[in-house]
């Protein structure tokens, strides 16, 4: 498994969950590693990524100031902390990390799934109302 995704489960809305994601080998890493996610019957979503190097973190914008995403270099893994859960948040979340430095720059880039050349299993997240 070059990238596995832990920590999902059921949550109380106004909850909190925290996803992590680690890569088997340094090779899985890329330049930025983060997160996906699909709700049922939508198209997948990004989330967040975060630079290996540098540590800034990059949101979609709707979720900032409720998830946060951090990194352990050492352990190869990146973390989501997901706070105020909403039954919105529901979903499938992946990880995922792209060797492409334009995921860094260009917004466009950073939303499209194929720029990510690897992805995780995914971890079930559900939000009860």
């Known amino acids: 498994v070059q990238l596995q995704a832990s920590g999902g489960g059921l949550v109380q809305a106004g909850g909190s969950l925290r996803l992590s994601c680690s890569a088997s080998d340094r090779a899985f890493t890329g330049l930025v590693m983060g997160w996906f996610r699909q709700a049922p019957g939508k198209e997948r979503e990004f989330v967040a990524i975060?630079?290996?190097?540098?540590?800034?973190?990059y949101y979609v914008d709707s979720l900032k100031g409720r998830f946060t995403i951090s990194k352990d270099n050492a352990k190869n893994t990146v973390y989501l902390q997901m706070n105020s859960l909403t039954p919105e948040d529901t979903g499938v979340y992946s990880c995922?990390?792209?060797?492409?430095?334009?995921?860094?720059?260009?917004?466009?880039?950073?939303?499209?799934?194929?720029?990510?050349?690897?992805w995780g299993q995914g971890t079930q997240v559900t939000v009860s109302s």
């Open positions: 995922v990390s792209s060797n492409d430095r334009a995921t860094m720059l260009s917004l466009r880039k950073r939303l499209t799934p194929s720029t990510y050349d690897y």
């Open positions: 975060i630079s290996w190097s540098t540590g800034r973190p």
